[in-house]
């Protein structure tokens, strides 16, 4: 196949008119295009405003009262079977907390194994996933998760519900901004970059919303409002 | 904006040609002549070439562009004098203003292309953004459904000028049918290709002017107008379309 | 085979079940896309860069594709070129058959349906299974998608009610779309786990990092390129972007576009399978770049503007035709505007070229699309090829092909009669006085207008007699 290469190659650069900006078009080609910047309140109040649009439910909390509201949000949610990455500093803290609960139902399961052998539990036993996040976005309510060993890729997206830890002090203004902040064009990319904006969701029948087509029903962001304003 | 208003109003010109399409020159003759008194009535010596024809958009627009060229060329050649060209139709505006320079990009002419397109104005755009005409009304209570056509919305950019003329009219309240800004389908040679479509595209605008309970529908394209009075006559809506210029001009005459 | 564009657009138009699904349909994805872009200077700045951006990659196509294969590489990501649609298919195979797969899931991808790749695996015996929703949808009754970002818009719910009832077992009727979205939920999540091979689309693939950009809502795609153990991407060559930086403005516009969300629920940037300590994600990742006819498409000035087009459907949302026959009537992949400006491309103009026709050239599409394609003035340029002379030069397959003898003695019959002013008047004139003997029927004009009847006397004939008055009125004085 290495022959398709050098015929497309080959057509490509034999072209005469490599550049694809024809003289009708020139004018049009400058712009003032910036991403949004936004001031601290305004900030976190659009962050807030674009995730609940998507649907998400976003509960502000404080860094001592989080667990507890976990809590809460687990006995509301029925919650028995909760995946978490016990290798965290927030999945240890959740540890203490079930431990310190009386007559508490839960039973944390970690994603400790390659997906191959732990596939039959996962999809069908789990019934909520807690991980930290990355980075917000505060222009189109969007979090970032960078999956890696300790919370594989398929923790956000296989059990119904996910809970996410954010921490304001997180929140960037852009996508733009995030593409920056991580340095990703000079250190390259994570194995996976995951933005997510809201449950799992599809308007394909007649254009009906509905949510948890393939993933999460319901996206629970736990944000702890850790800038003073 | 009023100083920009006025300046152009200073650089009035004191001659311009009137191209007039090959529709209204054979079906309405009558939009023609009101447009021309429009202008004569501010001032403007029209002039009014007895060799114009077409400006060539049909044979374009079914890409048969040496046939197109053909004809353009001699609206080119005759329209040569340096004053600005009226054209009571923005799809035939755009043909002249902003395809002629693409379709004679390689010719001999390109050069003159370029400058005609350079004097092309549809006729609201002249009236209101060159001559900053004042209208005074003196017709009967109405209320008109305006139809845009989708050369002067999106080619000429126009829509505005076409209101605001109307706006004028203090007797005359104006609406918008729904979907405005869809196409009527006419679409020049499209309506006789494509018969079905183009009858399902007019049959919805039709019932849209017809649930404005407008009394008359106006509109700056002769194009539209025939499409659109041939569906209304057909289905005896009860409607007419006129052309904006008959339609301003029956209302200021003194 | 010849395409039958008008045939079939009359059977859509025949058909109120399907016109009433297609209006809602349009109505509200251009009303989301509306409230979307309230800011129009905002629009006009960032469709402006999203052309510009999408120009200058094409300007160093061949460099940036060879960038991408080779940070691809280094990333553990194996890269594929095909030809052709065969050539595609025939890669993805190999690699499905290579480790003894029986069963692919698919996210949406509109090239995998451009070289008919479910086809060819079913063929083979492997099954291929649409995880999209309207793509199940579709797939389970046996259709082909009508839209290139809702596949199933077509249908109403209550048709999909039917169809889960007759094919899926143990389904009772209802139209309950919740629950119709849960059925589809729970079977796909079976075969989710159990798939060997996910095949995906790519929305963005970048270069200066060799990353796979998809854009989702559904987590579909997400679970096709993690769960099985091999994932397969295939993608346009016209789909790389240089850096990373190129990605925000395009993926807003891509969106807010296609569907008026400022950004989609999952954003999901692929750089590299599985690595060692990694409990998830493929094992093995393969991208197939397909040519299939746009390095033909790039030779041309005017026609290499096709390549810029980020598939978000905004010119079929718009675009009246479509609005009233829907996507199938255009019997191809693609149907719309870009429909008609990709697929005579693609296809050839011999086969595809009548779809050009479907068209009032009334510039809707070209108004909202977000990379400034000129979708107009391209199918004009498309009818100009499809009808040109046989000594022509242009490098559309089929070209000369829909030049009519009729045709083309008709528009030289209008080029004489208004190319000779003399001529012209003669031939008005006379039709102003035989105006009660004009033609009452011209042909489809008149089966739904009355037919327009010419003036007593043209604008050239008043014009001429008033400029005759006042040189007798000047001549008197």
């Known amino acids: 196949m290495s022959s398709a290469k050098a015929n497309i190659l080959n057509r490509l650069r034999s072209a005469t008119t490599p550049s694809s900006t024809t003289k009708s078009d020139t004018q049009s080609i400058s712009t003032s295009w910036k991403p949004p910047g936004y001031d601290q309140p305004e900030r976190f109040a659009r962050f807030k405003e674009a995730l609940q649009a998507s649907h998400a439910e976003i509960i502000e909390t404080s860094e001592d009262e989080w667990p507890k509201q976990l809590m809460e949000i687990a006995a509301s949610k029925c919650i028995a079977q909760w995946l978490y990455n016990p290798s965290s500093e927030s999945g240890l803290r959740l540890e203490q907390q079930v431990v310190a609960t009386t007559q508490c139902n839960i039973q944390l399961i970690p994603y400790d194994q390659p997906v191959e052998s732990f596939k039959t539990e996962l999809f069908n036993q789990i019934d909520a996933s807690f991980t930290d996040v990355e980075a917000g976005i505060a222009e189109t309510g969007t979090l970032v998760l960078l999956p890696d060993q300790d919370e594989p890729r398929l923790m956000s997206l296989v059990p119904p519900i996910h809970i996410a830890l954010f921490r304001e002090s997180t929140l960037l203004n852009s996508f733009s901004e995030l593409i920056a902040q991580q340095q990703w064009s000079t250190q390259g990319m994570p194995t996976n970059a995951l933005l997510i904006s809201g449950p799992s969701k599809t308007a394909d029948i007649q254009q009906t919303l509905a949510y948890g087509a393939h993933g999460p029903k319901e996206l629970i962001v736990l944000v702890i409002r850790d800038i003073q304003t | ?254 | 085979m010849n395409n039958h564009f008008r045939e079939q657009a009359i059977d859509a138009l025949a058909d109120p079940q399907l016109r009433d699904n297609f209006r809602g349909a349009m109505d509200f994805l251009r009303a989301k896309r509306q409230s979307a872009f309230t800011d129009t200077e905002a629009l006009k700045q960032l469709r402006a860069l999203g052309h510009k951006i999408k120009a200058n990659t094409l300007a160093r196509l061949p460099d940036l594709l060879e960038q991408l294969e080779q940070n691809c590489l280094q990333n553990g990501i194996q890269v594929h070129w095909a030809e052709t649609p065969e050539q595609a298919c025939e890669v993805i195979h190999n690699i499905i058959s290579a480790q003894n797969g029986q069963l692919a899931v698919k996210g949406k991808s509109m090239v995998s349906e451009e070289v008919g790749l479910n086809h060819y695996l079913e063929k083979r015996g492997i099954e291929s299974l649409e995880s999209d929703m309207g793509e199940y949808i579709v797939q389970l009754a046996n259709e082909t998608p009508s839209h290139i970002i809702m596949p199933a818009i077509h249908k109403s719910k209550e048709q999909i009610a039917h169809l889960f009832e007759d094919k899926i077992e143990g389904v009772d009727y209802t139209d309950n779309v919740d629950e119709l979205i849960g059925t589809g939920r729970q079977i796909l999540r079976e075969k989710f786990s159990q798939a060997d091979v996910g095949i995906s689309g790519v929305n963005f693939a970048v270069a200066e990092t060799g990353t796979l950009c998809l854009v989702e809502n559904e987590g579909n795609g997400r679970m096709c390129t993690t769960v099985p153990s091999t994932h397969i991407a295939i993608t346009g060559i016209e789909k790389v972007v240089a850096t990373l930086d190129d990605i925000p403005p395009l993926l807003s516009l891509l969106t807010r576009s296609a569907t008026g969300q400022n950004i989609s629920t999952y954003f999901n940037m692929i750089s590299s399978p599985r690595k060692t300590g990694e409990k998830d994600g493929p094992q093995s990742v393969h991208l197939v770049l397909l040519d299939n006819g746009r390095s033909r498409m790039y030779q041309d000035e005017n026609l290499q503007q096709t390549l810029r087009c980020i598939r978000c459907g905004a010119c079929m949302n718009h675009c009246p035709v479509y609005s009233r026959i829907g996507g199938h009537a255009y019997g191809t992949v693609y149907p719309g505007p870009i429909g008609q400006v990709v697929m005579p491309q693609i296809d050839g103009l011999d086969k595809q070229g009548e779809m050009t026709e479907g068209c009032s050239l009334n510039g809707a599409c070209g108004e909202v699309c977000p990379v400034e394609i000129p979708l107009p003035n391209l199918i004009r340029k498309l009818r100009e090829q499809k009808s040109a002379k046989p000594d022509g030069h242009a490098l559309t397959p089929g070209a000369g092909s829909q030049r009519k003898p009729k045709e083309a003695f008709a528009w030289s019959l209008w080029q004489t009669l208004y190319g000779q002013p003399w001529l012209y008047r003669f031939v008005t004139k006379m039709a102003t006085r035989l105006r009660h003997a004009s033609p009452r029927a011209i042909g489809g004009w008149t089966r739904y207008r009355t037919a327009p009847k010419p003036a007593p006397k043209s604008l050239h004939e008043l014009m001429s007699q008033r400029a005759e008055a006042n040189q007798t009125d000047g001549a008197s004085k």
Not at chain 2, 28 to 49: D, K, N, T
Not at chain 2, 57 to 80: C, H, M, R, T, W
Not at chain 2, 112 to 121: M, P, Q, T
């Open chain 2, 1 to 254: 904006m009023t100083t920009t208003a006025n300046m152009s109003a200073k650089q009035q010109p004191s001659q311009v040609y009137f191209f007039g399409t090959c529709l209204i020159d054979l079906f309405y003759p009558e939009a023609g002549l009101s447009a021309i008194e429009l202008l004569e009535r501010e001032g403007i010596q029209v002039h009014y070439p007895q060799a114009q024809t077409c400006c060539g958009q049909p044979a374009f627009n079914s890409g048969y562009n040496d046939e197109a060229i053909a004809v353009a060329a001699k609206q080119i050649e005759l329209l040569s004098d340096p004053i600005p060209v009226i054209v009571p139709s923005a799809s035939c505006a755009a043909m002249m203003k902003h395809h002629y320079p693409t379709l004679f990009e390689n010719h001999p002419m390109s050069s003159k292309a370029n400058e005609l397109a350079s004097r092309v104005y549809e006729l609201t755009e002249f009236l209101v953004r060159v001559l900053d005409i004042s209208l005074t009304d003196k017709g009967t209570p109405v209320k008109i459904a305006m139809h845009t056509s989708c050369s002067a919305r999106r080619e000429m950019a126009v829509t505005e000028d076409g209101f605001s003329l109307i706006r004028q009219l203090k007797n005359v309240s104006i609406v918008e049918p729904e979907r405005a800004s869809e196409c009527c389908g006419f679409g020049g040679t499209f309506a006789i290709k494509q018969p079905e479509i183009s009858a399902a595209m007019a049959e919805d605008k039709c019932q849209a002017i017809h649930n404005t309970g407008a009394s008359k529908m106006i509109s700056g394209d002769c194009g539209c107008l025939m499409n659109l009075n041939g569906v209304m006559e057909k289905t005896n809506r009860g409607i007419k379309g006129e052309h904006l210029a008959s339609f301003i001009i029956d209302r200021t005459r003194t």
